[in-house]
Structure formats: structure tokens, C-alpha cells
């Protein structure tokens, strides 16, 4: 009889103690309860961390062609200057990265043809790229000093014959550092197709003019440039920052109420900025298009706690 009642309390103790469990499931994290898969964000949090909500609707899906390109001066403001005549450079008041404006002495040069001084001037504003002469030096046919109105700069792109037919004049360029981190990016058209090939690369060239008073388009950085050649109509679309990976499965956090769902989903196109979204995420839902990676962050952590708890 003894035997029986220990077996009795033993069983009770362990079915409350799971109860408490099934009870404490959910776990309260200052405003973050988990559940597996998901996690509750009050609304004031959910705001200071940045988390953007957008209803799955439809869309177009752009085809782009990405091309590779590079930042040059523009061909139309830079300056190569040259002296008139031979002789010997005088005076050179002027240095390698100044600001100069238009008409200001570059140089005086000793003629050795006219017996007398004459000035090389600026014949436009811009910044001296290049100084290839000292005091003392004989002018000869070379190039004395460069200067460029950096004001606008040219985002110059090579095209190869495979996509040349897809893209013309006037088109719309997305113009993007190579390097992402750098994180600049700016728009611009197609103004111009060089009448001659590359002739390393067999590549046409095409030029897109960029604003550039900033200064932050510096000639020589590596761009590619995202032209949009078709449009294709999508049932349901969302941006790239909606995605996260979780248990190698791709996925959309819904939200309902104060609760947000990881549900996988299929993707299809892209074009950079935006996802197909074939199945997984109906139109109408609402769900995490920006701060995705917090609410993944989230649920992982509170998962990670959960696991330690049990």
C-alpha cells in the first residue's frame, strides 16, 4: 500500500511539473515572447528596432542587364594644355590638386621663338590633375597640365555584343559602386555610345553622365550599372530586406497582432531590389518588409533561452 501511494505522489509531481511547462512555454523576454518559430514584439519596441511593415500585393519584376564599368572624367570638361611655343619655364604657381579658376596663371615660359614671356593660363575652372613641368624645364609638344571640372563625371560601361541590342540611348542605368560596402548609388541615362569597340575587350562603350558636386563619384572607382530591359507582372512581390534564412529554408515573417511567424516561402525573379514570391505568402498578408533580421535575431534568441530553460 505504501508502494502505491509513492508511486502516486512520484506520478504527480511529474504531471504538474509538465503542465508547467506546456504553461511557461511561451517566454516573456521585456516585451519579446517566444514560440517556436515565432516571437511577440510589442508595438513601441517593435518601432524603436526599426521593424517596417508592408501588405504582399503585386508587382513588376524588372529583367536587368548588369554591366561593368568604371568612373572617368568627363570628357567634355577636362583640359589637356600644351605651351604655344618651345622655350623655358619661368614661374609654375601652381600645384598638383589645387582649385584653379578660369584664367589663372599656370606658368610663365621664356620663348626661345618670340625672345620674350608668355603665360599659360586656365581656360576653365576645375581641379589641376596633373603638373608634368618644373622651373627650368624646356617646353616641348608634351602635355604641361590637365584640368577637370569635376562637378560631373562620367560613369563609362562596356557592353558586350550579346546584350548590345537590348540596350540603346537614352535608357535609365542604376549606377552602383562594385564594392557594396561603399553603398553609393545614383541613377543616370545612357547619353552616349562610343563610335569605336574596345579593342581589348571587343566591348561597345557606353557613357552615362552623373552629377557629382559632392565629390563622391571619384574617377577611377569600379561601378556596374543595373539597366532594366523588361518588366514582368508578378502576383505577389517583396523587397530583398523582407528574406532571412532559417534552418537553411528561405522565409517571410507575417504578422498578426503583436506576433511574427517565420513562413517559408519559394522565390522566383529578381531584379535586385525585389522577389517573386511563388508561394508561401498570399496577397493581403502582412508582413516584416525592413528589419526582418531583428525579428529572425529575436526569434533565435528566445529559442536559444527556451532550449537552455528545458
Given amino acids: 500500500?505504501?508502494?502505491?501511494?509513492?508511486?502516486?505522489?512520484?506520478?504527480?509531481?511529474?504531471?504538474?511539473?509538465?503542465?508547467?511547462?506546456?504553461?511557461?512555454?511561451?517566454?516573456?523576454?521585456?516585451?519579446?515572447?517566444?514560440?517556436e518559430n515565432a516571437v511577440s514584439i510589442k508595438p513601441d519596441i517593435a518601432k524603436k528596432s526599426g521593424i517596417k511593415l508592408a501588405i504582399a500585393e503585386p508587382g513588376l519584376i524588372k529583367k536587368e542587364i548588369i554591366l561593368n564599368g568604371?568612373?572617368?572624367?568627363?570628357?567634355?570638361?577636362?583640359?589637356?594644355?600644351?605651351g604655344r611655343f618651345p622655350g623655358i619655364v619661368r614661374e609654375v604657381p601652381v600645384k598638383l590638386g589645387d582649385?584653379?579658376?578660369?584664367?589663372?596663371?599656370?606658368?610663365?615660359?621664356?620663348?626661345?621663338?618670340?625672345?620674350?614671356?608668355?603665360?599659360?593660363?586656365?581656360?576653365?575652372?576645375?581641379?589641376l590633375l596633373e603638373r608634368n613641368t618644373n622651373v627650368g624645364d624646356v617646353v616641348d609638344d608634351r602635355?604641361?597640365?590637365?584640368?577637370?571640372?569635376?562637378?560631373?563625371?562620367?560613369?563609362?560601361?562596356?557592353?558586350?555584343?550579346?546584350?548590345?541590342?537590348?540596350?540603346r540611348e537614352g535608357q535609365a542605368v542604376r549606377v552602383h559602386t562594385f564594392d557594396h560596402d561603399l553603398d553609393r548609388e545614383t541613377e543616370g541615362r545612357i547619353t552616349l555610345f562610343l563610335p569605336t569597340a574596345d579593342a581589348?575587350?571587343?566591348?561597345?562603350?557606353?557613357?552615362?553622365?552623373?552629377?557629382?558636386?559632392?565629390?563622391?563619384?571619384?574617377?577611377?572607382?569600379?561601378?556596374d550599372g543595373h539597366v532594366g530591359v523588361a518588366e514582368d507582372q508578378v502576383?505577389?512581390?517583396?523587397?530583398?530586406?523582407?528574406?532571412?534564412?532559417?534552418?537553411?529554408?528561405t522565409v517571410i515573417f507575417v504578422q498578426e497582432g503583436d506576433k511574427y511567424e517565420a513562413h517559408p516561402v519559394k522565390t522566383g525573379r529578381r531584379d535586385g531590389k525585389y522577389v517573386e514570391i511563388l508561394n508561401g505568402l498570399n496577397p493581403g498578408t502582412r508582413y516584416v518588409s525592413e528589419g526582418s533580421f531583428i525579428v529572425k535575431a529575436d526569434i533565435m534568441k528566445a529559442g536559444a533561452g527556451h532550449d537552455h530553460a528545458h
Fill in 70 to 82: 568604371r568612373i572617368v572624367l568627363n570628357g567634355d570638361t577636362t583640359v589637356n594644355l600644351r
Fill in 200 to 223: 581589348l575587350s571587343q566591348t561597345h562603350v557606353a557613357i552615362v553622365p552623373l552629377e557629382n558636386a559632392s565629390g563622391r563619384w571619384k574617377p577611377g572607382l569600379t561601378v
Fill in 1 to 35: 500500500m505504501l508502494r502505491g501511494l509513492y508511486i502516486i505522489l512520484v506520478c504527480g509531481v511529474l504531471w504538474s511539473g509538465n503542465l508547467w511547462a506546456e504553461e511557461g512555454h511561451g517566454h516573456d523576454h521585456g516585451g519579446h515572447e517566444h514560440e
Fill in 143 to 167: 602635355t604641361l597640365f590637365v584640368i577637370a571640372d569635376l562637378s560631373t563625371v562620367w560613369a563609362k560601361f562596356h557592353i558586350f555584343p550579346k546584350d548590345a541590342g537590348s540596350i
Fill in 99 to 127: 582649385k584653379v579658376q578660369a584664367g589663372q596663371t599656370l606658368a610663365v615660359i621664356d620663348s626661345n621663338v618670340s625672345l620674350q614671356d608668355y603665360t599659360i593660363t586656365a581656360p576653365v575652372s576645375g581641379v
Fill in 235 to 249: 502576383a505577389v512581390m517583396v523587397p530583398e530586406t523582407a528574406l532571412q534564412m532559417m534552418e537553411e529554408k
